[in-house]
T-cell receptor, first 114, second 115 residues
């Protein structure tokens, strides 16, 4: 069965510093991978997705993620953190090409220090 | 947001009472989902639907039932609410393009408290 593990339930970085949120997946077949962001008291928004077209995926708000099959990882990065990036981030995996189940990680809360 | 609304947005109920949450979408998407979100657990799938009257269980379906009599509405029912069902509930739909998953959109959430 597919699953995702997010390393670190809370990450804190200074404004302007690199953001790195870690996600490792488990899947016996090529996965579809996603990163979602959730701002306080809101639903989830899709940041970016990997569906095998390219290993480096660019998303909204300056975020990007790289699919590394050898490491079974899909880490999310942003070169320079902004105060507005403070939110909770979820990695998710789906191995089925049809629209059915997506499995979410437990989330990483990102805090930005002034 | 794919025209997803949830009602009610907030509800407080007593243990043992039945509760129904409604998810409504306006764009005729085939696939709909109910998740619950709890600290430290992320989002966990309760039930999902792949068409009118076609539903299936997710990973935490015990104590919940669903119904989908129309494309636009997906109802989640707690037959007899328990305190462990205090959570934030999210409805979602999936957009499929060319028989492949494109993206998933989420509703604004329903905060349910069972006292």
């Amino acid at each position: 069965a597919q699953s995702v593990t997010q390393l670190g339930s809370h990450v804190s970085v200074s404004e302007g510093a690199l953001v790195l949120l870690r996600c490792n997946y488990s899947s016996s077949v090529p996965p579809y991978l996603f990163w979602y962001v959730q701002y306080p008291n809101q639903g989830l928004q899709l940041l970016l997705k990997y569906t095998s077209a390219a290993t480096l995926v660019k998303g909204i708000n300056g975020f990007e993620a790289e699919f590394k099959k050898s490491e079974t990882s899909f880490h999310l990065t942003k070169p320079s953190a902004h105060m507005s990036d403070a939110a909770e981030y979820f990695c998710a995996v789906s191995v089925e090409s049809s629209a059915s189940k997506i499995i979410f990680g437990s989330g990483t809360r990102l805090s930005i220090r002034p | 947001d794919a025209g997803i609304t949830q009602s009610p947005r907030h509800k407080v109920t007593e243990t043992g009472t039945p509760v129904t949450l409604r998810c409504h979408q306006t764009e005729n998407h085939r696939y709909m989902y109910w998740y619950r979100q709890d600290p430290g657990h992320g989002l966990r799938l309760i039930h999902y639907s792949y068409g009118v009257k076609d539903t299936d269980k997710g990973e935490v379906s015990d104590g919940y039932s669903v119904s989908r009599s129309k494309t636009e509405d997906f109802l989640l029912t707690l037959e007899s609410a328990t305190s462990s069902q205090t959570s934030v509930y999210f409805c979602a739909i999936s957009v499929v393009q060319g028989a492949r998953l494109s993206k998933q959109y989420f509703g604004p959430g329903t905060r349910l408290t069972v006292t």
